[in-house]
C-alpha cells in the first residue's frame, strides 16, 4: 500500500514520509486527527518488531509517583484483570524485549518479538494497561510503599517494591552526583525532583495523589507512539485506533516540562554519602557539571559527544593524564548528558579524592583546559576519536534490539520539539564535525565557550560518612515510631489485619480462567527445529582457529585467547588487572598514550575478559581462557592485527608511574561496584565452593580478587617490585603460540583476509610449551557474610543441584523457569519486597545459585529459597499454565541475538562441548514437558538444599540482626 502525506489512515493523518538509506528504512511520521498524538512508524524487514507507547511524566516533588505508577499500571486493566499482567506474560512468551522505564520527563513502555501474533496481543495488553489500568490500592501498596507490621510484637517498617529499589539505587555516591547535577544546574525545573523516587520522599505520597496522577498524565493525547519492523503499517495503524484511541472523543493535554531557573554564577554543593567505614581519606567524590547548550543544538551536541570522549575516555587525553598524574584522586572522568533534559551538561568528575582538594582540582581543571584550547588539540588524539565514533555508529546498525535503538534516538524530538528525521540521521552532520575539528579548531572554540567562560556551573563535592547510614536508619526509625504511636489499639490492629490481608493477596494465584483472559501463544506456535549457529573448527597453522561467518556489517570481532592453566595459581587474583595494563599500557616502541591514539585510529575498542569453559562430560576439567577482544573496519583489519602482535610480543611493563596509576582506579570503582551492587561477589563465593572452574572464577573475579587488589592499591609501593616482576612472568608465560586459540566473527570477505594477516600474529609469539599448572580449590566459609554501606542486601544460597549435569533435561529449564518467574516472582519480590530474585545455573557442571536483588529482607529470603524442595514435590499446574512456562522457556532457549554475540555464544558452545544437537534434543524435551518431569527434580533439591551455602552482601543492620545464618560475618 501506498501511503501518501496529507492522507488520513485510520484516524491518522500522515505528515511526512522519507526513504532514510543511513537507517535503512523508511519513516512515516503521523498525527491522529482527534487526539493529536504523533506515532512514528520505522519500516523495514527486520522481523523483530518493536513497539512502545510512551507518557510525559513530570514530576513536582520526588515521593517517586510516575515509577511507581510505571510498576502499577502492569498489575492489571480493566480488560486483563490479571493480578501481575506483566510478570504472567513474561513468563509464557517468545518476547525478545519486555520492559518499562521511567526517565526524569517520561514513561514509557516498550516491547520486541519475532512472531506477529504476540506483537499484536502485547500490543493490546500494554494500550489497555495504561490506558484502563485497575490501580487497586494493594497495587500502591506493595510496588509503592505502606506501613507494614505482622503481628503486635512485629517491628513496624516500610515495604514496597519501589521503596526498595531506590533504596539500593541511593547507596550508589554516584545517584547522588547526578541528583545534585540536575537540581543544581536547573533548580525549580522539572528536573531538580528525583522521578525515580528518593526514600526519604516516597512515604510521602497519598493513593490518592497517586490515582490522580494517572489520570493527569496517562491519557492518549499525552501520549507517542512507535512502530518498527516488518508488520504491516496499515494493520499496526487500525489496531490502535479501533481498539483503543477511538474511545476517545476529545483531545486531552500534553504534560509540559517545566524548565526552572536560569544559574547566573558558579553554585557550590556539598553532601554526604554512607561509607562502612572509619577510614575517609580519598573516599570523597568531586564533581563540576556545566551547562552546554539545548537539545535543539544537533551540531554541538554530537560534537561534545566526541569532545567528552577526547576529554574522559582517551588514555591519551591531556586533562585526563594531568589530573591523574597530579594526585589528586583515584580516578578521573566524565560525561556528556545530551538528551535526559532540554539542556545538555558537561560532567567532570573525581573518585577516591578529599574534600580539600576540591579548589586545587578546579584551578587544575580549568588550567588544563585552557591550555588545551589555546595550543590546540593533537591531530591523531582527535582523529582516533572520530573514527572511534564513527565505528560506533557503525556498529549500531548491528544491533539485535535495532528497533529500541533507533526509538531511543527519536523519543527526544518529540519530547522536546526537533525533528525526529533529524535524530535518526548523522552522517551528513558528522561529515561537516569532521571537517571543523580537524581544519577549524572546532573543539577548541567549544571547550573554551561552553567549559571554560560558563558562570552556569555547579560544583558538588560529596563526603564519606560513616555516621550517616546510622543517622539515616535512626530517622527512620523515628518517623516510624511516631506514626505507631499516633494508632490507638484499634488502629494498629487494622494495620495488621491489611498487612496480613496484602500478603495473603500476593499468595493467590490467578485462577486458569482469570489468566485465559489474557492472549496467549500455544505450542502450535513454536518452531520445534530452531537454526543453531554453530562455529566452524579449524586451524591456523596448527593453531586452533573458531570461525563464525555472519552479516556483520563488515565489522571484524578478533578474539585472541591464552590458556591460563600454565599460570601459577597465585597470580589468579592479579589476572583481570593483568588484563587492564595489556589493554592500555603499549609497548617498548609507543607508549600508553601512542598507544591509545593508535587503537582509536585504527580498531573499535581493544578489551580483555575471563571464561572458564568447562567440558560438558569433562568431569569438571575446564579451560580458563583470556581472551583479548579486538573489532574493527576492513580498512584498518591488517593494522589492527599488527598492533595486537606488538603488544602481545613487545609488551612494555617500564611506565611505572601508569601501571600504579591503573592498580589505584580499578580497585577504585571494583570498591564502588562492591559497595552500591556487588552481587556477583556473593555469588561467586558460593559457585567457588561447588568446582573447580567455580574457585578459579572467584580468584579471578570474585572475593579474592577484590582484597588482593585492594591490599595491592593501599600498599602499592611496598608492593611494587613482586606485582611487576608477577606481570612480567605472567606475560612471559602466556604470550606463545602453543597457548593460543583464536576466534573471529565476521563476513566471509573479512575472515579470508584474517587468515592471510594473522600469521604475522602468531609468528611474532615465542614457541614454547609452558606445562600446565595444577589447581587446589581454597578452603572458603560455608556461609559467609559481607558488610557495606548498602541499605539493602543481596543473599545468594548455592549447591551441587544436579553433579556433573547428571540428569539434566529440557524439563529442568521449564522447571528454572517457573521458579525464577513464578515462585521466587511471588515470594522474595512481591512478598519481600525486593527488586528482584534471579537464578544462576550450569547445565554442564549442574551447580546452581539463586539470587535476590535489592533485598530488604535477610531471614525471610532464605526461607523461601529452603521451601523450593517442598514446592517442587508439591508442584501442580494446570495445563495452560504449564504450557505458558513452556512458552517462555523456549524463549529463553532460542534469543535473538546481534552478530557478536551469536559468534561469542558460539564460541563459548564449541569450547564447552555443546552441539547443535544436545540443543535440539533440549528443545524437543522443554516442549514435552510434563508436571511429573519437573516435580521429578524435588530429590536434587532436597539434597541440595540439605548442603548448599549461603553467602550475602549488604547492610550491616540487616544482616547482624539474622547473624545465627552465617559462620563469618566479615568487611571487604
Not at 472523543?249 to 554543593?269: F, W
Not at 609507543?590 to 593508535?598: L, S, T
Request: include cysteine; glycine fraction near 6%; hydrophobic fraction near 35%.
Amino acid at each position: 500500500m501506498t501511503y501518501s502525506p496529507g492522507s488520513t489512515y485510520s484516524g491518522f493523518t500522515l505528515k511526512q514520509v522519507q526513504q532514510l538509506d543511513e537507517i535503512k528504512a523508511e519513516v512515516y511520521l503521523f498525527e491522529h486527527d482527534v487526539l493529536g498524538c504523533p506515532l512514528l512508524a520505522i519500516k523495514n524487514g527486520d522481523n523483530n518488531k518493536t513497539f512502545s507507547v510512551s507518557f510525559n511524566t513530570i514530576p513536582t516533588d520526588s515521593k517517586g509517583v510516575a515509577h511507581i505508577l510505571e510498576h502499577s499500571v502492569l498489575m492489571g486493566s480493566k480488560k486483563y484483570p490479571v493480578k501481575d499482567v506483566f510478570g504472567e506474560i513474561n513468563k509464557g512468551g517468545l518476547m525478545t524485549f519486555l520492559n518499562a522505564m521511567t526517565g526524569s520527563d517520561i514513561t514509557y513502555y516498550p516491547f520486541a518479538t519475532r512472531n506477529l501474533k504476540e506483537y499484536f496481543n502485547i500490543m493490546d495488553v500494554y494500550m489497555d494497561v495504561v490506558l484502563n489500568p485497575l490501580l487497586a490500592r494493594s497495587t500502591f501498596e506493595q510496588e509503592g510503599w505502606h506501613y507494614h507490621q505482622e503481628g503486635k510484637d512485629s517491628p513496624l517498617q516500610y515495604q514496597g517494591v519501589v521503596y526498595n529499589e531506590m533504596k539500593g539505587a541511593f547507596s550508589d555516591p554516584i545517584r547522588l552526583i547526578f541528583h545534585h547535577i540536575f537540581g543544581g544546574l536547573m533548580p525549580n525545573s522539572t528536573y531538580a525532583h528525583e522521578s525515580g523516587g528518593d526514600p526519604q520522599n516516597i512515604p510521602e505520597l497519598s493513593y490518592e495523589e497517586f490515582c490522580a496522577f494517572h489520570k493527569t498524565h496517562y491519557h492518549p493525547s499525552n501520549a507517542t507512539f512507535f512502530i518498527y519492523g516488518d508488520a504491516d503499517l496499515g494493520d499496526e495503524l487500525s489496531y490502535l485506533q479501533d481498539n483503543f484511541l477511538s474511545e476517545f472523543p476529545e483531545k486531552g493535554k500534553r504534560a509540559k516540562v517545566l524548565s526552572g531557573d536560569e544559574i547566573q554564577k558558579i553554585t557550590y554543593i556539598e553532601d554526604r554519602y554512607s561509607i562502612d567505614s572509619k577510614n575517609t581519606d580519598q573516599k570523597t567524590f568531586l564533581a563540576v557539571a556545566s551547562r552546554v547548550s539545548t537539545v535543539l543544538n544537533r551540531e554541538e551536541n554530537a560534537a561534545f559527544q566526541i569532545i567528552s570522549n577526547i576529554l574522559y575516555n582517551s588514555d591519551a587525553s591531556p586533562l585526563k593524564n594531568t589530573i591523574i598524574t597530579s594526585g589528586l584522586c583515584k580516578d578521573f572522568g566524565g560525561f556528556y548528558i545530551s538528551t535526559s533534559s532540554f539542556k545538555t551538561m558537561m560532567v567532570t568528575y573525581l573518585v577516591g579524592s578529599d574534600s580539600e582538594k576540591r579548589d586545587e582540582f578546579l584551578n587544575l581543571y580549568k588550567k588544563t583546559l585552557s591550555q588545551m584550547a589555546a595550543e590546540g588539540l593533537a591531530t591523531d588524539l582527535i582523529l582516533s576519536e572520530l573514527n572511534k565514533y564513527e565505528f560506533g555508529v557503525r556498529e549500531e546498525g548491528c544491533k539485535a534490539q535495532r528497533g529500541l535503538d533507533l526509538i531511543g534516538k527519536a523519543m527526544p524530538a518529540f519530547k522536546y520539539g526537533t525533528d525526529p528525521y533529524d535524530s535518526l540521521q548523522i552522517n551528513e552532520l558528522f561529515a561537516t564535525i569532521r571537517n571543523r575539528a580537524l581544519n577549524e579548531n572546532y573543539f577548541e572554540e567549544l571547550i573554551k565557550k561552553y567549559l571554560l567562560d560558563n558562570p552556569a556551573t555547579v560544583v558538588i563535592t560529596l563526603k564519606p560518612d560513616p555516621e550517616k547510614q546510622t543517622r539515616d536508619q535512626a530517622s527512620e526509625a523515628a518517623r516510624l515510631e511516631a506514626y505507631g504511636k499516633s494508632l490507638d489499639s484499634h488502629s494498629q490492629e487494622k494495620l495488621i489485619a491489611r498487612t496480613l490481608e496484602l500478603m495473603e493477596d500476593q499468595q493467590r494465584a490467578n485462577s486458569v480462567e482469570t489468566l485465559a483472559l489474557l492472549p496467549q501463544l500455544g505450542l502450535e506456535d513454536l518452531d520445534r527445529n530452531p537454526d543453531f549457529h554453530q562455529v566452524r573448527a579449524t586451524d591456523i597453522d596448527g593453531h586452533e582457529f573458531l570461525v563464525s561467518e555472519l552479516n556483520t556489517d563488515h565489522i571484524s570481532y578478533i578474539d585472541i585467547g591464552f590458556d591460563v592453566s600454565c599460570l601459577p595459581q597465585k597470580y589468579l587474583p592479579w589476572l583481570d588487572l593483568f588484563g587492564s595494563i595489556v589493554t592500555e599500557i603499549g609497548t617498548s616502541k609507543m607508549d600508553y598514550m601512542h598507544f591509545a591514539r593508535e587503537v582509536g585510529i585504527c580498531t573499535g575498542g581493544f578489551s580483555h575478559n575471563f571464561h572458564c569453559h568447562v567440558k560438558k562430560g569433562g568431569h569438571g576439567d575446564f579451560r580458563p581462557i583470556l581472551w583479548f577482544q579486538m573489532k574493527c573496519l576492513p580498512e584498518y583489519q591488517e593494522r589492527a592485527l599488527q598492533l595486537l602482535s606488538e603488544v602481545f610480543s613487545d609488551l612494555s611493563l617500564q611506565d611505572r608511574v601508569h601501571i600504579q596509576e591503573i592498580v589505584i582506579r580499578d580497585f577504585a570503582w571494583t570498591e564502588h561496584e562492591a559497595q552500591s551492587e556487588g552481587y556477583n561477589l556473593p555469588a561467586s563465593l558460593a559457585f567457588a565452593q561447588l568446582s573447580k572452574a567455580g574457585a578459579c572464577n572467584e580468584m579471578v573475579s570474585g572475593v579474592t580478587n577484590y582484597r588482593s587488589t585492594k591490599e595491592l592499591a593501599n600498599n602499592y609501593p611496598k608492593l611494587e617490585e613482586a606485582f611487576l616482576a608477577g606481570l612480567r612472568e605472567m606475560a612471559d608465560t602466556l604470550f606463545n603460540r602453543n597457548n593460543l586459540t583464536i576466534s573471529i566473527t565476521a563476513n566471509e570477505s573479512e575472515v579470508t583476509s584474517f587468515q592471510k594477516h594473522c600469521r604475522g600474529l602468531i609468528s611474532a609469539l615465542p614457541d614454547m610449551t609452558p606445562p600446565r599448572q595444577e589447581f587446589i580449590i581454597p578452603k572458603l566459609p560455608r556461609h559467609e557474610a559481607l558488610i557495606t554501606s548498602a541499605e539493602v542486601v543481596y543473599a545468594v544460597q548455592g549447591g551441587k543441584l544436579l553433579p556433573e549435569g547428571e540428569g539434566y533435561k529440557g524439563y529442568f529449564e521449564v522447571l528454572k523457569t517457573y521458579l525464577s518467574r513464578d515462585y521466587l516472582w511471588n515470594t522474595v519480590r512481591q512478598m519481600g519486597g525486593a527488586y528482584g530474585c534471579f537464578i544462576q545455573f550450569s547445565p554442564i557442571s549442574g551447580n546452581f545459585a539463586v539470587i535476590s536483588y535489592r533485598d530488604p529482607q535477610v531471614r525471610k529470603t532464605y526461607t523461601c529459597y529452603q521451601a523450593m524442595a517442598e514446592v517442587v514435590k508439591n508442584l501442580e499446574l494446570p495445563k495452560e499454565v504449564l504450557h505458558q512456562l513452556i512458552i517462555g522457556t523456549y524463549g529463553n532457549f532460542t534469543p535473538h541475538r546481534a552478530s557478536a554475540a551469536k559468534g561469542i555464544s558460539a564460541r563459548n558452545d564449541y569450547l564447552n562441548g555443546i552441539t547443535a544437537e544436545f540443543k535440539q534434543q533440549r528443545i524437543e524435551e522443554i516442549i514435552s514437558t510434563s508436571v511429573e518431569d519437573m516435580r521429578s527434580y524435588a530429590d536434587a533439591f532436597a539434597t541440595m538444599q540439605a548442603n548448599s551455602n549461603r553467602m550475602i552482601i549488604g547492610n550491616r543492620a540487616k544482616i547482624e540482626a539474622d547473624s545465627d545464618l552465617f559462620d563469618q560475618l566479615g568487611e571487604l
